[in-house]
């Protein structure tokens, strides 16, 4: 494998790896972070990958030791951002991300919006306290006056909703 097809393949990794660290972290400026410090060791390191395994679980791991590292950094001190580090990111990103994953993301985007519509009040204040505002499960049952198990559920189910419904409108508009 190449560097550009290395970097291309790790770089379409993007969306689930943010979703990953953010699992870690429980902090979006810290997952993004962390996914772009894992993509600058793929730009830097590419031919460390082997060829014939899964690009994914490689990034991963890259991104759960970074994700990890900025846990004990958090505890440590405040991080810093390093510009050069973000500069050199971002310029990776506008040379591999082409026009087709970016009009893939904004469709997966416009059904997540019609989707989250579907959910009822209560539920969309959840999903939108737990994934936007970062409230923990025990500040959102405190808020709604419900256990952390019901919260936890509700969570669970919301996500089953979403998904189950951004993959049907993503499959009526691929079958159209």
Do not use: P
């Amino acid at each position: 494998m190449n560097r550009e097809q290395a970097i291309r393949d790790a770089f379409a990794c993007q969306g689930m790896l943010l979703a990953y660290a953010y699992g870690i972290v429980r902090d979006w400026r810290t997952a993004e972070d962390v996914v772009q410090d894992a993509l600058v060791v793929v730009v830097e390191q590419w031919q460390d990958f082997k060829s014939g395994t899964s690009m994914l679980a490689w990034v991963k791991t890259i991104a759960r030791n970074k994700a990890f590292h900025a846990l004990r950094a958090r505890n440590r001190e405040k991080v810093m951002e390093n510009e050069q580090l973000n500069a050199l990111v971002e310029q990776a990103m506008d040379a591999h991300l082409n026009e087709e994953r970016m009009a893939w993301h904004e469709r997966m985007t416009e059904a997540l919006d019609k989707c989250m519509d579907r959910l009822g009040e209560r539920t969309f204040d959840m999903v939108k306290g737990f994934y936007l505002q970062s409230q923990s499960y025990e500040n959102l049952a405190r808020s709604l006056q419900v256990s952390v198990e019901a919260v936890r559920k509700s969570l669970l189910r919301a996500r089953n909703i979403l998904r189950d419904c951004v993959r049907g409108s993503l499959t009526m508009e691929r079958a159209t």
